[in-house]
């Protein structure tokens, strides 16, 4: 079992800068891949980003490629989603999510990743 707690969102104007962390609990991090994930109102979850267990493999949606940097610690249990550039377009509630495989394959599905976290608020307006 795998507890997730996000952290680090809020209001940042467009332009600015923010850094998501996701704490996970057990002895197991480094054997799974982790993900970001984000939800505006009314629409579906959708793929940001994701790292694999070494943290040597990351993948980008095309709509924060450039902008958003993925990063883990394992000696911390701790996954990173640093966010530069902000637009009003990237409001949502953001998640991170686990799955367990050292694979390096990229995994966009949701429903593919074993555990989620509870999500943190990101809101981009001026």
């Known amino acids: 079992q795998v507890q997730l707690v996000e952290s680090g969102g809020g209001l940042v104007q467009p332009a600015g800068s923010l850094r998501l962390s996701c704490a996970a609990s057990g002895r197991t991090f480094s054997s799974y891949a982790m993900g970001w994930f984000r939800q505006a109102p009314g629409k579906q979850r959708d793929f940001v980003a994701q790292i694999n267990w070494s943290g040597g493999s990351t993948y980008y949606a095309d709509s924060v490629k450039g902008r958003f940097t993925i990063s883990r610690d394992n000696a911390k249990n701790t996954v990173y989603l640093q966010m530069n550039s902000l637009k009003p377009e990237d409001t949502a509630v953001y998640y991170c999510?686990?799955?367990?495989?050292?694979?390096?394959?990229?995994?966009?599905?949701?429903?593919?990743?074993?555990?989620w976290g509870q999500g943190t608020q990101v809101t981009v307006s001026s």
């Open positions: 999510a686990a799955r367990r495989t050292l694979s390096a394959v990229v995994v966009a599905t949701p429903t593919l990743y074993d555990y």
